[in-house]
Nanobody
């Protein structure tokens, strides 16, 4: 599976962005699709997962503000980000794999990564 992430940009505090992760090669419905983010000087951080079972999971820091969704027909996963905060500033990456539920936040358990898209929230 090859992934291409896009949709990042510069937005003011409280604004919204929608990230897209377009996949090619195999159907994403058979994988857990996950968004991570990485801010300068920090480790890659789990944001949200859409599992092959259809369940969705979120980091506490984004719960209630971000929504992950999947369009199987377009083989694309989306991350709708609302009420953005300066601490959301990071490069956002999408990835795919088959981790157990206990491992969805572990980036080493995924198979491949998109190129990342920059999100900058200005205060």
């Amino acid at each position: 599976v090859q992934l291409q992430a896009f949709g990042g940009g510069l937005v003011e505090v409280g604004g919204s962005l929608r990230l897209s992760c377009a996949a090619s090669g195999r159907a994403i419905s058979q994988y857990t699709m996950t968004w991570f983010r990485q801010a300068p000087g920090k480790e890659r951080e789990f944001v949200s997962s859409f599992r092959s079972t259809g369940t969705r999971h979120y980091a506490d820091s984004v719960k209630g503000r971000f929504t992950i969704s999947r369009d199987s027909a377009k083989n694309t996963v989306y991350l709708q980000m609302n009420d953005l905060k300066p601490e959301d500033t990071a490069v956002y990456y999408c990835t795919f794999g088959r981790p157990a539920l206990s491992g969805i936040s572990n980036p080493t358990l995924y198979y491949g990564w998109g190129q990342g898209t920059q999100v900058t929230v200005s205060s």
